[in-house]
């Protein structure tokens, strides 16, 4: 499926929406693309494998806020041959037989905020460009852009920052973006401030809100087992989260524990009977689940204790990217197929070194190497 000429005019749309597909097959009202407000997009093309699976799911493109995407675009979604098998080509003689793809098939484009991608750039799947980050003209990313950071090439590689470290962290945690319109509206003489004034004036305001968000014990030391967090899309219209506890009750979990959360919107007996179902089908009791049915949890706390985050496609999970890089854990994709990849890469790694199956914590915007 190619779609062309895809344009966002910030003018018009001044909060979150969603393009969602127009068809009369299973498709139709599939969300096939995501833009939160103040961000603007020229000319995108869209090239994604979506149209050979819609149930499976594996697509999502989300755009976070006062996001600039210029002219001549490709995002390239699930789109790879599978060069890991013998025939790597869609050939004639191959039709009917079933498919049984031997690569890691990438799904998921996320834009963060504040994030320019120049004329002409190509984005491949399983990439996330992290808060600030720009991609020069006629760029091909292939791994995730790091905060702030510049690329170029093909394949894409870091140029040089924007700023230095200490700026890029305030500026992280001021997080401007966040702030509602009425306020942005209110301080917009400061934008025009050099970058340090910018930072002294608003970071004490920040790290007063970030330390009230901080736990008594922050996660410490080697533990015997990592923990994934992952939040149910239970209100989407095609929904992830039985794909992805599927798969992750299919594997092997012994150094694994999985977090789930379900906020109190989510908390219906509804939703806690599918729940149920899954755990029973697979005869599963060793995880935890937190079922908040009062106050919402503050996700910083979950954030804190989690390894690695799962993605869907909510509206939330921009801002969840965000959170998952403050606390540095890993973005698993809910879109890939398999989403648990990495850690079966690495328990394999593992494994052929005869080395004890623990892994050192995921560093910021860490990218796989493949």
């Known amino acids: 499926m190619i779609l062309k000429n895809i344009a966002v005019n910030p003018y018009q749309v001044k909060d979150y929406f969603c393009i969602t597909l127009s068809s009369q097959g299973p498709a139709n ?22 149209g050979e699976d819609i149930q499976g799911g594996r697509h999502c493109i989300a755009i976070g806020k006062c996001c600039s995407v210029a002219e001549g675009i490709t995002f390239m979604i699930d789109y790879n ?7 790597q080509g869609e050939l004639f003689f191959m039709e009917g037989v079933p498919k049984h793809k031997k690569i890691h098939q990438k799904a998921s484009v996320i834009l963060q905020n504040e994030v320019w991608i120049g004329r002409g750039a190509t984005i491949m799947a399983g990439v996330t460009l992290h808060n600030g980050c720009v991609v020069a003209a006629n760029s091909v990313v292939t791994k995730d852009v790091p905060p702030y ?4 090439g093909n394949p894409a590689r870091i140029i040089r920052y924007r700023f230095d470290e200490p700026t890029i962290a305030a500026l992280q945690k001021i997080a401007w973006w966040d702030w509602d319109s009425q306020l942005q509206y209110k301080r917009r003489d400061d934008f025009a401030l050099p970058v340090a004034e910018f930072t002294a004036k608003y970071l004490p305001e920040a790290e007063a809100k970030f330390q009230a968000l901080q736990i008594a014990h922050p996660r410490t030391g080697v533990r015997e087992r990592k923990t994934i967090l992952f939040i149910p899309d239970f209100t989407e219209p095609f929904p992830l989260y039985p794909k992805v506890l599927d798969e992750y009750f299919s594997q092997d979990r012994a150094d694994l524990e999985l977090l789930i959360y379900i906020s109190e919107p989510d908390s219906t007996p509804e939703n806690l009977r599918i729940l149920e179902a899954i755990l029973q089908k697979h005869n599963e009791r060793d995880c935890n689940v937190i079922l908040q049915t009062g106050e919402t949890v503050n996700e910083h706390i979950l954030f804190q204790y989690a390894d690695y985050f799962v993605t869907t496609r909510h509206r939330e999970t921009v801002a969840r990217t965000c959170l998952a890089d403050m606390y540095q854990a890993r973005i698993l994709y809910g879109t890939d197929l398999p989403v648990f990849y990495h850690m079966l890469k690495k328990r394999k790694s593992n494994e052929a070194e005869d080395l004890p199956s623990v892994w050192k914590p995921a560093s910021k915007c860490a990218a796989d190497p493949a």
Do not use: M, T
Request: hydrophobic share 45%.
């Open 29 to 50: 009202g599939f969300p096939f693309l995501s833009v939160d407000r103040d961000s603007y997009i020229i000319g995108l093309e869209v090239q994604s494998g979506i």
């Open 81 to 87: 041959h599978d060069f890991a098998s013998v025939c």
């Open 149 to 152: 950071a510049i690329v170029g």
